[in-house]
């Protein structure tokens, strides 16, 4: 933040949830709030001190995607539902968008068949905000817009800041990736975490057009040499 707090997500490994929650310190190390709100990875803070992050929920029963008949294929029926909370500076929920129905209502129900884990079908693991700028390469979008990425159906999309609609999408050029990041020119940089060729590490970094669809990979492209492999088949 401008008066150099920290927002900090929180998450556990090998726990159920992994996702903790949110808390805000001041520059002093002091925790100003809380909130064990199951927040999780990657968030956003616009110049106005709202921030923007992941967070899960875990309703029961749950064996269908939507109201199609695919089915989830989660032993527990309890999977995983990212959204997005959007809050203000003092910690409280300003909206609140659901991810899946977002893309469920664009109609991508595609890409919840055959996933490789039911019970995690979205995996939203990063958000970034559309700028002035940014808008500026990418006609039909706003500041304020969201970036997100879901690790499950390798896509990277642009979302409505306010409603939470689609409005651009790129799927299947990267494999599992984490955090894109956008350029000056509205491209996006994005740690494709399964993309990459095998013999380099089968991790890359990899240059996303979100106009074209078209991507082009950064590193390493196999030049380089006598370096150690590139691989991080998790997070970023």
């Known amino acids: 933040g401008k008066d150099g707090s920290l927002v900090v997500t929180f998450q556990g490994r090998d726990t159920f949830p992994f996702a ?24 956003a803070l616009d110049d106005k001190g709202r921030i923007y992050t992941p967070y899960a929920t875990f309703p029961k029963g749950v064996k269908y995607v939507g109201r199609t008949p695919i089915e989830l294929r989660c032993a527990t ?6 959204g997005i909370h ?7 929920v300003l909206r609140d968008i659901p991810v ?40 039909g979008t706003k500041a304020g ?10 896509a ?16 299947g050029k990267t494999a599992a990736q984490h955090n894109p990041q956008f350029m000056p020119d ?7 975490n399964l993309g990459g060729e095998r013999g380099l590490g089968g991790s890359r970094v990899v240059r996303i057009n979100l106009v074209t669809g078209e991507s082009e990979t950064i590193f390493p492209r196999g030049r380089e040499t006598g370096l150690l492999s590139f691989s991080s ?3 970023g």
């Open 86 to 92: 959007v809050l203000s500076p003092d910690g409280k």
């Open 186 to 192: 509205g491209t996006v940089l994005v740690f494709d």
């Open 20 to 43: 903790i929650g949110i808390a805000k310190f001041d520059s002093t190390g002091r925790i100003i709030w809380k909130r064990f709100d199951h927040s999780h990875h990657w968030p």
């Open 156 to 171: 990277i999309a642009i979302l409505d800041g306010i409603t939470g609609d689609v409005k651009r999408v790129v799927s």
């Open 233 to 235: 088949p998790i997070a």
């Open 100 to 139: 899946m129905q977002s893309f469920l209502r664009a109609g991508y129900v595609g890409w919840f068949y055959g996933l490789r884990d039911g019970c995690d079908p979205t995996h939203l693991n990063s958000i970034a905000l559309v700028t002035n700028e940014i808008a500026k390469h990418l006609p």
């Open 77 to 82: 029926e309890q999977p995983l539902t990212d």
């Open 145 to 154: 817009d969201l970036l997100v990425s879901l690790r499950e159906p390798s």
